[in-house]
């Protein structure tokens, strides 16, 4: 028996589900999982505005294109028929200027779902991570609006990274018009458990009549986090946070924390010096190795764990502990906690959770590649903080379409509108791109009917079992 057949049986079987009703039954799932936010903002605002932020979001998952993505004349287009795309950017422009609604709804819907995310991961016996990142939203060609500020190109530094064989481009960082990203994800510490679960994004400027700081930001958010969730969660952050003042803040809150540290950075070790912290771990073993999963390459490699007890200079009263982290050919991970370490297991789940942080890293690619986060061409800082939003609900949804309850869902979605044939692409555990645009080619055959699920009030939800 060859083994092309052998292939052939073992790859599962693909529900014979109708086009149609599956469209419509993600239509449906959609507006359930808005419904919250769209009976609120039903209180505030017209209903033809409401239908038209449910629309929106459809728009956004279903027109792919990362350079006019959110561009309001293209999405227009897409609302009502093409040669009715001059009303639906009009209709668009009305919701995201209404003054009677505010981004901030938007952000304490994410707040909850997470909110309510993190209460079933509890109810289960499963521990949670707050996986926070900051990024930039760059916009190089704009230099018109106020609102803009110096940010650093993480694509300028993709672009001029030194390929084998070509010349040594310019060094130093380039910065671009844009504004300072800040998100934080929610996520499990089990990665076969549910997906992630989007918590918030928050964006700012260093200019203008909106200019703020980043340890300000950073603080307000970390505020928001702790009303919320206290010590329910463990936080994760990585080098961009390594700093007295936020370690400060932690240790206030009493929060539990991984927080990478600079290498470079004093710690006071067990003899009361202080030393930079790879000094410290300098020339000590690992206490324990072994195999595990490296899933930004994909491989499995050799790693070793080391756990030493180290204070900070300016919070002397607070024991920590300095997880070592190391892997052959890699560089070392110099993690700082405040959760007791007792033995090598409790070493390697600070160091597991570290590693779960590789999620918010593939949030920025998703949302900067798939979902074009920065296309937008809105001037007013309100409209634009708006439609940002409505993507980030866009990807919520997605997010909630990784979960094992979809699994036929995505099976014939996959195969039925974004086939592949390469063995990665089968393999992949949440194939976030394929499945975004199998769900536009899906929704551009057969569009969902606008008018069966809004009615006359508030908006009603009748969900197609899929």
């Known amino acids: 028996m060859s083994s092309q057949y052998l292939t052939r049986l073992e790859e599962p079987q693909v529900p014979p589900y109708p086009p149609d009703k599956m469209a419509q039954g993600l239509y449906g799932?959609?507006?359930?999982f808005l419904a919250p936010l769209l009976i609120e903002v039903d209180t505030r605002i017209d209903k033809r505005l409401v239908r038209t932020l449910l629309q929106t979001v459809v728009v956004i998952l279903t027109f792919r294109d990362r350079v006019n993505g959110l561009l309001l004349s293209e999405m227009g287009g897409y609302l009502d028929t093409p040669d009715k795309a001059p009303a639906g950017t009009k209709r668009?422009?009305?919701l995201l200027h209404c003054s009677k609604w505010s981004a901030e709804l938007i952000r304490s819907?994410?707040?909850?779902?997470?909110?309510?995310?993190?209460?079933?991961?509890?109810?289960?016996?499963?521990?949670?991570?707050?996986?926070?990142?900051e990024s930039a939203w760059e916009k190089p060609e704009s230099i018109a609006s106020d609102d803009l500020g110096p940010v650093r190109s993480s694509k300028a530094a993709r672009l001029t990274h030194v390929k084998k064989g070509y010349y040594t481009p310019p060094r130093g960082p380039i910065f671009v018009p844009g504004l300072h990203w800040?998100?934080?994800?929610?996520?499990?510490c089990d990665q076969s458990a549910d997906p992630p679960a989007l918590a918030c994004m928050r964006w700012w400027t260093s200019r203008g009549a909106r200019a703020s700081f980043k340890r300000d930001e950073q603080a307000k958010l970390l505020l928001q986090g702790v009303l919320l969730w206290g010590r329910e969660v463990m936080h994760v952050f990585d080098q961009g946070f390594a700093s007295s003042f936020w370690l400060g803040l932690l240790v206030a809150f009493s929060l539990r924390f991984v927080l990478r540290w600079k290498k470079d950075y004093q710690l006071v070790d067990e003899q009361g010096q202080r030393r930079a912290a790879w000094k410290i771990a300098r020339g000590k073993r690992g206490w324990q190795q072994r195999l595990v999963w490296d899933c930004r390459r994909?491989?499995?490699v050799m790693a070793s764990i080391l756990a030493l007890p180290v204070t900070h200079p300016d919070h002397r009263e607070q024991p920590l502990w300095l997880v070592v982290a190391r892997r052959k050919g890699g560089l070392p991970w110099y993690l700082l906690?405040?959760?007791p370490i007792a033995n090598a297991d409790d070493a390697w789940r600070i160091m597991f959770a570290y590693a779960r942080r590789w999620q918010i890293e593939l949030t920025w690619k998703e949302n900067k590649s798939e979902l074009a986060f920065q296309s937008p061409?809105?001037?007013?800082w309100e409209p634009r903080e708006k439609l940002l939003l409505l993507a980030a609900l866009a990807y919520a949804f997605l997010l909630t379409l990784l979960a094992p309850f979809y699994t036929l869902l995505r099976r014939w979605l996959l195969r039925r509108y974004c086939h592949r044939t390469g063995r990665h692409c089968r393999q992949a555990h949440a194939p976030f791109a394929r499945m975004r645009m199998a769900l536009s080619r899906l929704w551009q055959s057969v569009p969902p009917h606008w008018e069966s699920l809004?009615?006359?009030g508030q908006p009603t939800v009748s969900v197609t079992m899929l």
């Open 454 to 456: 809004s009615g006359r």
């Open 337 to 339: 906690t405040a959760e």
């Open 298 to 300: 994909h491989q499995w």
């Open 109 to 133: 819907y994410l707040w909850h779902r997470a909110t309510q995310r993190l209460a079933t991961w509890k109810q289960a016996g499963m521990d949670a991570l707050a996986l926070w990142d």
């Open 92 to 94: 668009l422009s009305r």
């Open 377 to 380: 061409r809105v001037w007013e």
């Open 29 to 32: 799932s959609l507006a359930q």
């Open 182 to 188: 800040l998100a934080v994800v929610l996520v499990g």
